[in-house]
């Protein structure tokens, strides 16, 4: 526990000032991350990192990240993200072939879905942050809500909890454990609306809070199934206490997207 807390305190003080900073800064924090979170995706499925299959979904991955405002080099050559990625696929389906069968079908299906999951996820990150009014607030909105979540859950969930969520993908997680995380989030949705600026009745704030604490927690489940199938504990080993990338922002990439569908943010 000593050490989980030491690596979330030096994660804080050097995650917070780039989000605050915006723009190139955390665009390349952004992209730094998400590359990682493929290589522990990758590590997972033990294909190798260091091969044609690795090189072209980073630059896969690499594209989707890539802000509207910075796509104008693809709009000359008159393609758009969405066709340069199904151009990629394809090559990950040829390669199949080529490769004779040493990468599989198998292999290009994982690595489309990784590409999706974290390029959807973490170019949300960003765009939430840099093309929205109050990217600001929002961001610090959802990495609050979220933190408060997985506080709550794990704190009340080992205080009371009995009956188990979802015990074949995460045995350790409890229902009480999943309500206390949902009602910490309530609770920093009206601080939000005591100290912020956003422009929320109290309702809605309530509301946000609810879906950030229900599906955070889901994604966290998410990333609890790739681990689980693939028979690993963690993501990686970069954070001490926690894991890997995957393991600190599972939640955050996962509620970004669905906020925005929701047309929340």
Do not use: C
Not at 114 to 142: A, P, W
């Amino acid at each position: 526990m000593k050490q989980r807390i030491i690596t979330a305190v030096v994660i804080a003080a050097i995650f917070i000032p780039l989000v605050i900073l915006g723009e190139i800064p955390f665009l390349l924090t952004v992209y730094l991350m998400a590359s990682i979170g493929l290589y522990e995706l990758m590590k997972m499925k033990k294909l190798s990192v260091f091969s044609f299959e690795a090189i072209l979904s980073h630059m896969l991955l690499w594209v989707l990240l890539l802000p509207e405002q910075y796509t104008s080099f693809l709009t000359d050559i008159h393609y758009d993200k969405v066709q340069v990625f199904l151009i990629g696929v394809l090559l990950l389906l040829l390669y199949t072939v080529i490769s004779k069968n040493r990468f599989t079908f198998d292999d290009a299906g994982f690595l489309v879905i990784s590409i999706l999951y974290l390029g959807i996820g973490f170019y949300y990150l960003f765009e939430t942050r840099d093309s929205v009014d109050l990217g600001l607030i929002y961001i610090l909105l959802t990495l609050f809500t979220i933190w408060a979540t997985d506080s709550g859950a794990y704190f009340i969930g080992k205080a009371i909890g009995k009956r188990k969520l979802w015990p074949e993908i995460s045995p350790n997680k409890t229902v009480e454990g999943f309500i206390g995380g949902v009602l910490s989030a309530m609770i920093v949705g009206v601080l939000f609306y005591a100290f912020s600026s956003l422009d929320y009745t109290l309702i809605q704030l309530l509301l946000i809070s609810l879906i950030i604490g229900v599906f955070g927690q889901l994604g966290d489940l998410v990333q609890s199934a790739y681990k689980r199938h693939y028979g690993v504990k963690d993501s990686g080993k970069l954070l001490p206490g926690h894991g890997g990338i995957l393991d600190r922002l599972d939640s955050v990439i996962f509620i970004l997207p669905i906020l925005h569908l929701l047309h929340v943010l």
